[in-house]
């Protein structure tokens, strides 16, 4: 019988079949993301998509960070730079404790020590709100009643997600 001569790299990888499926371009956003947010000091992207959690609403509306510079070889101790709507900046100085707060409670340690301002243009992201389709059954009485003492909204989002897809679903869900 006669061997076969062995194949270049890129025919063995194409001739591979393909494992896993497509992914959510959501889960792939974080990865390419983390680079840039680095780069411009930012150790967690979340702080700026979550930044109306972090500060609130009303602190959301008129500010917006910039970026996080900590000192050399340290994760703790850092100084925030945060965008401040014009005529706010007098009101957000005397905030600026209760932010230092939040971020702190956000990261769950001393990451912030110090916060600067620049005055700037805020144009508050307002989430999108979109009405459900009509073809979907209303969530269940009984498990409606056992979201709503869920404090976390994000969290309460998913699980009435998850229990508007059990009542849409006919059946036992097949996991495969």
Do not use: C
């Not at 974080?30 to 009303?58: C, L, M, N, Y």
């Not at 007098?90 to 990261?107: L, T």
């Not at 144009?123 to 709503?148: F, Q």
Request: glycine share 10%.
């Amino acid at each position: 019988m006669k061997e076969r001569p062995p194949k270049p790299e890129k025919e063995k990888a194409a001739d591979r079949a393909r494992t896993g499926g497509p992914r959510a371009i959501a889960d792939l956003m974080p990865e390419i993301g983390r680079a840039a947010f680095r780069k411009f000091g930012f150790v967690q992207a979340s702080i700026v998509t979550r930044w109306p959690d972090i500060v609130g609403p009303h602190y959301a509306d008129i500010t917006m960070p910039d970026f996080i510079r900590f000192p050399v070889g340290q994760k703790s101790g850092g100084t925030l730079q945060m965008t401040v709507e014009g005529g706010h900046a007098p009101m957000v100085q005397h905030a600026i404790p209760d932010i230092v707060e939040r971020v702190n409670r956000f990261f769950g340690y001393g990451a912030i020590a110090r916060v600067t301002m620049k005055q700037g243009r805020i144009t508050p992201a307002r989430a999108e709100t979109r009405p459900p389709p009509a073809n979907l059954k209303p969530v269940p009485l009984d498990l409606g009643d056992s979201l709503r003492g869920i404090g976390d909204p994000e969290l309460r989002a998913v699980l009435e997600s998850l229990a508007q897809g059990i009542a849409n679903s006919s059946g036992v869900p097949k996991i495969g």
